[in-house]
């Protein structure tokens, strides 16, 4: 009997001991949960932005209205663990198209730096009756909807293809040869003549490797992208100050740069005959 007695006892004691650990373990459990998720320690104090292009005031705006918000009505979304990165990256991805990346740098308890980055160029490339945003990889990453050309993506150049090559979606349709060289030609045009031309731009192919512009006055002027382009410049600049007349500059079709160390030039004046010598 005392024996018994005595095994209770111990067993008695047994339960308390795991007892009190259990509750010991469920104060730290709820003491951790409310430090990392609800006290001012893991609360947001900054959310540091690091961009090249785009507004800091816009990206900051986006990011308060997720941080004013909440989980299930409780969890605060302004803080270290809580704050929506994945939602937050896809939103600024969506809104503004020249980010190729967001990138999150974590520095516990309570600042996030969002590194941002964009695309180095950005086109529209439209064929088969399809516009595509285009990058300077050669990728087309966003087909846009009806309206987006002359409205949300006003300001980019457009790149008409003449072949209707069909694309789609997450396409590489070239080397980024095409765009790189297409802000080279826009820049040296304006450096070196003073030179503006319209959004709209055309190639044949991608294969012919040339590009055409036309200038506000409403001449056009091709290049070939594989030549040195900056000679193409130079030669178009010699041109326009020595080799035209005002009147040819005035009745101008196109200049052709295509063959390298050459220009062909196409004018609507009227060669005029001298008729005085005319035998009768």
């Known amino acids: ?134 990058d300077e990889t050669g990728l087309l990453f966003y087909q846009l909807q009806a309206g987006e050309r002359e409205k949300r993506f006003k300001n980019y150049p457009v790149l008409i293809d003449k072949s209707n090559l069909e694309v789609k979606n997450n396409q590489v349709i070239e080397d980024g040869q095409l765009v790189s060289s297409l802000f080279e030609i826009k820049k040296l045009l304006k450096e070196k003549i003073g030179l503006d031309v319209e959004r709209r731009i055309e190639t044949s192919s991608l294969i012919s490797k040339e590009i055409r512009f036309e200038t506000l006055n409403g001449w056009q002027v091709y290049f070939n992208i594989e030549n040195d382009i900056d000679s193409q410049v130079e030669l178009l600049k010699e041109i326009l100050k020595s080799s035209l007349s005002n009147k040819e500059k005035e009745k101008l079709n196109y200049i052709d740069l295509r063959i390298e160390g050459k220009a062909i030039y196409n004018t609507d004046v009227e060669i005029e005959v001298d008729n005085n010598n005319d035998e009768n």
């Open 1 to 134: 009997m005392f024996k018994r007695k005595k095994k209770k006892k111990k067993s008695w004691g047994i339960f308390l001991k795991r007892l009190f650990l259990a509750f010991l373990f469920f104060i730290f459990l709820g003491s951790s949960i409310w430090v990392l998720f609800c006290s001012s320690y893991t609360e947001l104090q900054n959310l540091e932005i690091i961009t090249e292009k785009l507004e800091k005031r816009i990206v900051e705006d986006i990011s308060n209205e997720y941080r004013a918000e909440f989980w299930f009505r409780y969890g605060s979304k302004n803080n270290f663990f809580l704050f929506p990165r994945k939602i937050f990256a896809e939103t600024l991805k969506e809104r503004f198209k020249i980010i190729r990346e967001v990138i999150f740098e974590n520095k516990f308890p309570n600042v996030i730096v969002v590194k941002i980055e964009e695309r180095e160029g950005l086109i529209i490339w439209c064929s088969s009756e399809k516009c595509f945003l285009m």
